[in-house]
């Protein structure tokens, strides 16, 4: 039975662990630092200023990558303490901590941080967290008054051409999960940028617009000889669902490179279908002969999302020309072959059983 005596002695030991530069923080003592209030968080905020800078550094980082992995965990009073630290570092950590249901005073906290931190690397992480309430804002659920000055906030960021060139990009990223009008021009403009971190940042932009406008710049940079780009357009072809990526992102499953192969993984997951399943099964199998545990659960995520990839978008659309699911199941089949290929040339499911094993030899590790 945990008892409130307990639960005192355990932050007690917490706050004597922050104290000591050579101690890890153990679970118990991450778990604590949830949903402070009262004394406990009268006796936190007074202990923060006299830990070491370097303890603060941690312990931010530590609570965020805890918050990515735990949603029951709140440690919104840390982070919005670590706000206002005075090391440049700690804010830049916190802000990245912010998570999208954060309260509107810590919304404006980020703001004037975007707008007025000396640092502009804290600068560039803050408008950055902007995005997710410019999304949010679009869709509803902020106040219009609020919405308009968020808007405002990051298009200011991005106009000032004396900014700092990563403040810059990342407002553009931010802006893009809105259909605010001239977005689509920004994103354009920095899609022909000659700097390659600013064209990057026009393909993140692009999906997260989910306008399939950019779907031809897109599947180019699935091409790409530069890894950022074809990371940001393997992303951006989920974000979209774009069918016609399909090809080029089973061969992107198997990349060396491990974020690429992850964002292609993740894409697959996005848009579903047979020819996805059957790629992320096949995936699967090959972490878990080489014990590659966390490329096995994305591949697991990605084969859950595939499986419901577009049920719950069913009255959206007008399936009137489907007459049942192995006709998607074909679309699927026949992206991969090309678009030579005549359905009427195929003899037999044995066939087709030949060609996909060949393609699979070929795309092996």
């Known amino acids: 039975m945990v008892t409130k005596q307990n639960t005192t002695s355990k932050f007690e030991r917490t706050l004597t662990l922050l ?132 808007q405002d906030t990051v298009l200011a960021l991005y106009n000032d051409l004396d900014e700092d060139f990563d403040v810059r990009r990342r407002a553009l990223e931010a802006i893009s999960n809105c259909g605010l009008e001239g977005v689509q021009d920004m994103i354009y403009e920095a899609y022909q940028s000659d700097e390659l971190p600013m064209r990057v940042s026009a393909i993140y932009a692009m999906g997260r617009s989910c306008d399939d406008m950019w779907s031809a710049q897109i599947l180019d940079e699935l091409s790409s000889d530069e890894p950022e780009l074809r990371y940001e357009a393997a992303r951006a072809a989920g974000e979209l669902e774009l069918q016609k990526a399909l090809p080029r992102l089973v061969e992107l499953a198997y990349e060396d490179d491990r974020e690429i192969q992850e964002a292609a993984i993740w894409s697959l997951g996005e848009i579903g279908g047979s ?40 009255p959206l659309f007008d399936f009137g020309d489907y007459d049942d699911e192995d006709d998607e199941d074909d679309d699927d089949l026949d992206l991969l072959r090309g678009d030579d290929y005549d359905e009427d040339d195929e003899d037999d499911e044995e066939e087709d059983a030949d060609a996909w094993s060949s393609f699979e030899e070929d795309l092996r590790f």
């Not at 303890?55 to 670590?82: C, G, K, P, W, Y």
């Not at 502009?120 to 309430?133: E, K, M, N, P, Q």
């Open 275 to 314: 020819t996805a399943r059957k790629v992320l099964t096949e995936l699967a199998a090959l972490a878990d002969d080489v014990g590659d545990e966390e490329l096995a659960d994305a591949i697991a995520e990605s084969l859950s999302m595939a499986s419901l990839a577009g049920q719950e978008m069913l």
């Open 19 to 150: 104290h000591d530069p050579q101690a890890s923080f153990a679970a118990e003592a991450i778990y604590s630092l949830s949903d402070l209030a009262g004394a406990e968080w009268d006796a936190f905020r007074a202990t923060w200023p006299d830990l070491p800078v370097e303890r603060r550094r941690d312990l931010v980082l530590r609570l965020v990558e805890t918050a990515e992995t735990n949603f029951e965990l709140d440690f919104s009073a840390v982070i919005h303490l670590a706000l206002e630290d005075p090391d440049p570092e700690v804010r830049r950590n916190a802000v990245e901590g912010v998570l999208e249901d954060a309260a509107m005073n810590t919304i404006e906290r980020v703001m004037r941080m975007a707008l007025h931190d000396p640092f502009s690397d804290v600068r560039a992480a803050a408008v950055r967290t902007l995005g997710l309430f410019v999304l949010q804002g679009e869709l509803g659920k902020l106040p219009d008054y609020f919405n308009t000055r968020l």
